[in-house]
């Protein structure tokens, strides 16, 4: 049974790519087969992988099934950890979804031959509110949502929420965490009071983290055992408990699953 | 199984670090772990995880199954599921796994076999990654120098090698370090995976024991020398699934055991005019009665097999229901086992193989005057015994009406196994593929809805005489109502064969079929 966790903010900035990249690597390390889509035509995972950011054929061909997705993947230097690379194609993606019929569903169908490869695909999002989103709302079974503890931050969760309503499990949790700042502590106490989805685990704002781009590396390799590596685990470990006392969202495997190839 | 290339032998005495420092000569690497490891690898009995291509060991805590070459469509070496398990198990069913990835990878590969211990390995290994001009590791290199232990706790050493794992979407960079170790380095490449090394010094045979029967035949052969090779074959798979079928390793053991048994039967049946007559009523009636003993064990083996799909056939709310008629299959299995065992235990048993075997291997040398067929070529005599079957078969299938009772059904098919056996065992190696394949596919076609047939009409014969026990037990009324939906169900696929079998008995009996087989064998 796959599943499929797409870190997402309608913001840059927050650790979303952070999170992609060192859940991944948890998961695979974890002994699950594990595939990191890079959907953000930044390429920030796709970096942090030293991999070059380029599918074949380009990302409107991917998204409208004309190339199998099997064809770009590329093994990491973590094993049972692929990823699925960005390429600069990506930018012009919603206008790809546009063109297509039912474009929501079009991720998940890309995805679909997939499953039966890896026990959890995670999806790198770019920073917005389109057709890309609501294609990964469709194909995702749960968002994982970096949220920055500042006076906004109780708004964009409630908006998130509002959007995907009856769509993937939301599961929110604060990256870049400074502990020592009133405002982040007050702030996390009271969205934890306020809503249950969200994880207990918090990623501190570190060195080790900002170091992933200057590495090329994840935090367990850079410091291993250090408060980073330490709260993406406990991280990790909380999002997997959620997820299994949720089960898979209904109807997203068989929509994407059935269709004829566009 | 070749190692896909990706194996390299090191000179013997050469230690790890110098190895690393002469492959550091020549590409760009980076270090890795450097550790003991301990695996120990599993095997069916028939070495269904090689055949796979991929290959199944637990180290430290950990079963995986992992790519062992190309056929798995994965990276050589890579782990494609594993599972949490503290200990090395002695012996594993794929539905004893936690569920999970580990569990469904296996499920299609062994089916209802064990996995059983094949080999047990202890290696040095250092690992080292090939990397590009990104620093990205393109290929991954382990160093390794391994040991066999045996059952014994002999330690055998094996030559060390290097070992070579492709990351995926880097194929040409795997492609020029193996021109670098072929060509620059001129390390020789292995002729076996490291397991299939370890298996050989550990006196193992690669891929397992096979119940596949390929005798080679020539046209012109006689008669018993023919018979007596493919015969001969059948003994060794009897004796190589009886101790298997005694310690209940697994259902298969046990059901290899009945066919090969089945077939031997087939065989003194069609080709009795090459043996003499006395001595092989003696050895049919042994074989026989091996058959007979272990036929009640096999029945219900295949209840419980099976008993998931009788479970689904009845609707969702009384699936549970039936969980007593499992109880009471499951206690019968058991007795039925028991008083198998103590029958191919016994020096009867022992006595009814051996002397078969024995008998078979001086057949040639017996006089021959009451043993017409012996001396002709066994093509001939082959293709009178198909085209012969084949001809009562069309018989028997025409006289069939809607009428008909259900005994008519079970003599074709008793007839049918017959030829099956006649076209498997002699017909393939000696006549045409282009005739025989196709025959033997329309005739299992024709099999398996006469044995749906004969299976459904015995299923219910049996849940009804099972009814007064099942109802003795806790929850056992709710059984009765679901057994009643379940022998329903069953004469309602009864019916449904029955309605399948004119076009299936015309494609196997149709005038085009009927004159090839006479050009064929006749």
Redesign the interface.
């Known amino acids: 049974m796959t599943r499929v966790l797409a870190t997402y903010n309608i913001k840059g900035g927050v650790g979303k790519t952070s999170a992609a990249v060192n859940l991944s690597y948890l998961a695979a390390r974890g002994?699950?087969?594990t595939l990191l889509w890079d959907l953000d035509p930044q390429g920030a995972s796709t970096y942090l992988?030293?991999?070059r950011p380029k599918v074949r054929g380009g990302g409107r061909r991917l998204i409208r099934l004309k190339t199998r997705p099997e064809d770009?993947?590329?093994?990491t230097?973590y094993?049972?950890l692929?990823l699925l690379p960005a390429d600069f194609s990506y930018r012009h993606m919603d206008l790809a979804l546009g063109g297509s019929k039912r474009p929501t569903n079009r991720l998940a169908r890309v995805l679909a031959p997939l499953y039966k490869h890896y026990?959890y695909i995670f999806l790198d999002c770019p920073p917005s509110i389109s057709l890309v989103s609501e294609s990964v709302f469709e194909a995702a079974d749960a968002l994982l949502v970096p949220i920055i503890p500042a006076t906004l931050s109780s708004r964009t969760f409630e908006q998130l929420e509002e959007l995907v309503a009856g769509g993937p499990q939301v599961l929110a949790f604060f990256s870049m965490v400074e502990v020592r700042k009133s405002l982040h502590r007050e702030v996390m106490a009271q969205l934890r009071a306020r809503h249950v989805t969200m994880l207990g685990a918090a990623i501190p704002s570190a060195d080790e983290v900002e170091r992933m781009g200057v590495d090329?590396s994840v935090v367990a390799e850079i410091a291993p055992g250090g408060r980073a590596a330490l709260s993406y685990e406990a991280l990790w470990w909380d999002v997997k408990r959620r997820l299994d006392a949720a089960g898979v969202r209904d109807g997203v495997r068989s929509s994407a699953a059935g269709g004829s190839s566009a | 199984m070749a190692p896909d290339a990706h194996d390299y032998l090191l000179p013997g005495r050469v230690t790890l670090e110098d190895a690393g420092e002469l492959l550091g000569g020549r590409l760009e690497l980076r270090e890795g772990e450097t550790r003991s490891a301990e695996r120990r690898f599993y095997d069916t009995f028939d070495g269904l995880v090689r055949a796979a291509g991929v290959e199944a060991s637990w180290e430290a805590g950990r079963l995986s199954l992992t790519g062992a070459g190309s056929a798995s469509g994965a990276g050589s070496g890579e782990v494609l599921a594993a599972a949490e398990l503290a200990e090395p198990p002695g012996r594993l069913l794929a539905h004893e796994l936690p569920p999970g990835p580990l569990r469904d990878r296996l499920k299609p590969v062994i089916d209802v076999r064990a996995l059983l211990p094949l080999v047990h390995l202890e290696s040095e290994v250092r690992e080292l990654g090939v990397v590009n001009a990104e620093d990205k590791l393109v290929v991954r290199l382990a160093l390794e120098r391994p040991a066999v232990i045996t059952r014994s706790g002999r330690r055998i050493a094996l030559r060390p090698r290097v070992r070579l794992f492709g990351v995926r979407g880097y194929d040409e960079e795997l492609a020029e370090v193996r021109d670098a170790l072929d060509d620059d380095l001129g390390l020789p490449r292995a002729e076996h995976t490291v397991l299939d090394e370890a298996v050989l010094r550990a006196g193992g045979v690669l891929g397992g024991v096979s119940s596949k029967i390929d005798v080679d035949l020539s046209a012109g052969e006689r008669s018993d020398v023919a018979a007596a090779a493919v015969l001969g074959r059948l003994v060794e798979v009897i004796e190589a699934n009886l101790p298997g079928t005694i310690a209940d390793v697994d259902a298969e053991f046990l059901h290899d055991f009945r066919v090969a048994v089945r077939r031997s039967r087939a065989l003194q049946r069609e080709l009795k005019r090459v043996f003499p007559p006395a001595q092989l009523a003696f050895h049919r009636g042994e074989l026989r009665w091996l058959q007979q003993v272990s036929g009640p064990a096999r029945d219900l083996d295949v209840y419980v097999l099976d008993f998931d799909e009788f479970r689904a056939s009845v609707p969702e709310q009384f699936q549970a229901d039936l969980d007593p008629l499992l109880a009471v299959l499951r206690g019968r299995r058991l007795t039925a086992r028991r008083e198998m065992v103590r029958e191919l235990r016994s020096d009867r048993a022992r006595d009814a193989i051996t002397s078969w075997g024995t008998f078979l291997a001086r057949l040639e040398s017996l006089p021959e005057e009451d043993r017409p067929d012996a001396a002709r070529p066994i093509a001939e005599v082959a293709g009178e015994r198909i085209s012969k079957v084949y001809r009562g078969m069309v018989r028997m299938g025409r006289a069939i009406d809607a009428s008909t009772p259900p005994e008519a059904y079970h003599e074709l098919r008793k007839k049918g196994k017959e030829l099956r056996y006649l076209l498997e065992l002699l017909g393939a190696p000696l006549f045409p593929g282009e005739v025989v394949k196709p025959m033997v596919r329309s005739l299992k076609s024709l099999q398996d809805v006469l044995g749906r047939h004969q299976d459904r009409e015995v299923q219910v014969a049996t849940l009804c005489s099972l009814a007064e026990e099942v109802s003795a037990l806790p929850g056992g009324a709710a059984a009765l109502m679901a057994m009643g939906l379940l022998v329903d169900r069953l004469l309602i696929d009864e019916r449904a064969a029955r309605g399948e079998f004119a076009a299936t008995f015309h494609e196997f009996a149709g005038r085009e079929q009927r004159k090839l087989v006479k050009e064929t064998f006749s």
């Open positions: 002994g699950a087969r992988f030293r991999i770009s993947i590329k093994g230097d094993l049972g692929d026990e090329r």
